[in-house]
């Protein structure tokens, strides 16, 4: 299995190059994630699928490779609850994650370090409120009705 450590290096490599919608490093964003989970008292597979919760969706690595990786059952598990597919209701993407045990967890530290206000200052006016109200809704569906932080 791979390690923690070995995880992180694999999805900083998948993710070299990107940036976030502030034009970040798109590693600062996975790394928070991983961190979030951490501390919301998540275990090493769900620390793993922080790392590499966005690398399917963003096609940074395919459904295959995370099919062959030597990472466990759950870990595989959370990470394709939390890709989002094309033309997936948001009632239908939140229906997987809560049916996914450990995604929740997961998702809830994704959506708190994307609805953090400093990240969402630096975006213009429009795109802001867009974001928030997205994220709004998903913490709604997703029945975290408590603050993102």
Do not use: C
């Not at 919301?40 to 295959?64: C, N, Y």
């Not at 994650?97 to 994704?110: Q, S, Y």
């Not at 928030?132 to 408590?146: F, N």
């Amino acid at each position: 299995m791979l390690t923690l450590s070995e995880i992180e290096t694999l999805a900083r490599a998948a993710h070299a190059g990107q940036t976030d919608k502030a034009g970040r490093p798109y590693a600062e964003h996975l790394r928070a994630v991983a961190e979030g989970v951490r501390a919301r008292g998540g275990d090493p597979d769900q620390i793993a699928a922080a790392w590499l919760h966005d690398a399917v969706e963003d096609d940074a690595l395919s459904e295959t490779w995370l099919d062959a990786a030597e990472l466990s059952d759950r870990t595989k598990a959370v990470v394709l609850a939390v890709t989002k597919r094309a033309g997936e209701t948001p009632q239908a993407y939140a229906g997987r994650i809560l049916a996914t045990p450990g995604a929740l967890l997961v998702k809830e530290a994704d959506l708190a370090h994307n609805a953090d206000p400093a990240r969402l200052a630096v975006l213009d006016a429009p795109t802001r409120i867009r974001l928030t109200e997205k994220y709004v809704r998903m913490r709604a569906l997703l029945g975290l009705t408590d603050q993102p932080f």
